[in-house]
């Protein structure tokens, strides 16, 4: 069954400094997403790109973040200056659009295994 | 943007008995609704999910219903066993036909506990 990957899985960082989460999403999915968690906490959306474009981002999405698709496979988030606060799981996940009546479109959203995140 | 709210936020049951978990939202275009289970560091998993065009959903001991009315959608959980301990999130998503659609927005999960 294909599935999200993501590396690495854990990741330890020195405050100031900047982080790529990479994340490899299934191919055949147009849709991209970057997720938060932080630890006992909900599910949070950072941010969605579709057509080699950010579709929508939230307020946690600000300058410190960025994300790229470098390649026909790899979709990788940055983080600029991490900060204590960014100590978060981070999933990336990915579905197919809708298409036509929608009776054989798979909505549903895949996540990865998700990057522990810790900044020290 | 959309808000989802999940009550409660945890939920003891006795092995045997059902669960439900509440959510609304507040985007009358929101039109998909999942619900994942997440179990202790791992990634959350889609159990069940509804389109606003239906009003009830079943899967073995699971069902969701959906009230677009009232803007709520619930879980409901039959025969729980011990491995239906973890913690659930509804979520709530708009999608178009023809390929745009919205962010899933999650609630902040119901963490069931099942005991033997």
């Known amino acids: 069954e294909p599935e999200v990957t993501q590396t690495p899985s854990h990741q330890v960082t020195q405050m100031g400094q900047e982080v790529i989460l990479r994340c490899v999403p299934i191919?055949?999915?147009?849709?991209f997403y970057w997720y938060r968690q932080i630890l006992g906490q909900k599910v949070e959306f950072l941010v969605s790109f579709y057509n080699n474009e950010i579709s929508e981002k939230s307020e946690i999405f600000d300058d410190q973040f960025s994300v790229e698709r470098p390649d026909g496979s790899n979709f990788t988030l940055k983080i600029r200056s991490t900060k204590l606060e960014d100590s978060a799981m981070y999933f990336c996940a990915s579905s197919e659009s809708f298409r036509g009546t929608g009776q054989n479109s798979n909505p549903e959203a895949f996540f990865g295994q998700g990057t522990r995140l810790t900044v020290v | 943007g959309e808000n989802v709210e999940q009550h409660p936020s945890t939920l003891s049951v006795q092995e045997g008995d059902s669960a439900v978990i509440k959510c609304t939202y507040s985007?009358?275009?929101?039109?998909?609704f999942p619900w994942y289970k997440q179990e202790l560091g791992k990634r959350p998993q889609l159990i069940i999910d509804i389109r606003s065009n239906v009003g009830e959903k079943k899967d073995q001991r699971i069902a969701v219903t959906l009230n677009k009315t009232a803007k709520h959608f619930s879980l409901h959980i039959t025969e729980t066993q011990p491995e239906d301990s973890a913690v659930y999130f509804c979520a709530a998503q708009w999608k178009n036909y023809g390929g745009s659609q919205g962010n899933l927005i999650f609630g902040k999960g119901t963490k069931l506990s099942v005991k033997p």
């Open positions: 191919s055949n999915h147009l849709y």
């Open positions: 985007d009358s275009a929101s039109n998909y």
